[in-house]
């Protein structure tokens, strides 16, 4: 009998929507996430009185072993299409993309500029050597068996395996031997996410909305420098930067992050800020007074 594993099967990893109202809300998930890593930011957005909207993007969720097969087109056309029905005269529209979920928000933006932009630890650059390699290894190795070695009883590795395949029995030897064997890493997808990142960049400039970005200040996926360059290309007159003491995962439900970040984007989303320039830091950011109720 040959085994087979179906990831991201239960239901919040389907896309969703949440509330019915004038002020409409689009949140879109990171890589290889889906709409399951957002539904707590979005229900807090809910509870605000917007209405929330989280697609999957193609080649994404159930359909992740398809991924290959997508592009950053696909991506992007995607949101397109769903951002654009969004859209009709006398509402206001938030546009929120978490990782890399935020270079395919800048994407979206650039053709139908929302009236505000969240970016959560917003994904654009990949070290020049990594781009390189996954590019070479793409074309001497289409997949990698990313747990070809893998630590079963690591804690990461489980926490992994728990999001996304949550009813597995990671000490079943014949569990192990297929993920060692099948789970493979997607290099042309990889590629396709770093083209887009760049691309994301270049349009960062043409953006003339207002913008939130909120950083992890111990980010090693998203580095905070880079992030800053990020900040400082979309205009200092329409971005407010704001860093959290924390890694890449800010929308981990039930942390101390989330709980900073969740209050930081809800008075956004409420209010907006006026951003103060820190000419020491090189950075800008809310007052904390502005930013937590």
Not at 45 to 57: I, K, M, R
Not at 86 to 99: A, P, R
Not at 164 to 179: A, F, N, T, W
Request: aromatic fraction near 8%.
């Amino acid at each position: 009998m040959i085994l087979e594993l179906k990831p991201y099967t239960t239901p919040e990893h389907q896309p969703f929507s949440l509330g019915d109202s004038p002020r409409k809300a689009m949140i879109i998930h990171g890589f290889p996430g889906t709409p399951a890593e957002v539904r707590t930011l979005a229900h807090q957005l809910y509870l605000l009185g917007w209405e929330v909207h989280a697609p999957l993007l193609p080649g994404f969720g159930v359909d992740i072993v398809n991924l290959n097969q997508k592009t950053r087109h696909d991506w992007i056309n995607s949101v397109m299409e769903q951002w654009t029905a969004l859209q009709s005269d006398g509402i206001e529209c938030m546009l929120v993309g978490y990782s890399m979920g935020a270079a395919v928000a800048i994407h979206a933006a650039s053709v139908l500029p929302p009236d505000k932009m969240v970016l959560i630890s917003p994904f654009w650059h990949t070290p020049g050597i990594f781009a390189i390699l996954v590019a070479l290894a793409r074309r001497l190795a289409p997949n990698l068996r990313l747990f070809k070695n893998a630590d079963f009883s690591d804690p990461r590795v489980q926490e992994l395996f728990a999001s996304i395949l949550p009813e597995i029995d990671l000490d079943d030897p014949s569990i192990q031997g297929y993920i060692r064997t099948q789970f493979k890493l997607p290099l042309a997808a990889l590629e396709e996410v770093t083209r887009m990142g760049r691309n994301a960049y270049r349009l960062a400039k043409e953006i003339q909305v207002e913008t939130l970005v909120v950083q992890g200040d111990n980010d090693p996926i998203v580095l905070p420098a880079n992030t800053k360059r990020l900040v400082k290309h979309l205009g200092k007159e329409q971005v407010c930067y704001y860093e959290i003491q924390a890694g890449h995962n800010l929308l981990e439900a039930d942390s101390v992050q989330f709980a900073h970040l969740s209050s930081v984007v809800a008075n956004f989303a409420d209010d907006g800020c006026i951003p103060i320039y820190l000419s020491a830091l090189n950075q800008f950011q809310y007052q904390p007074e502005q930013l937590l109720k």
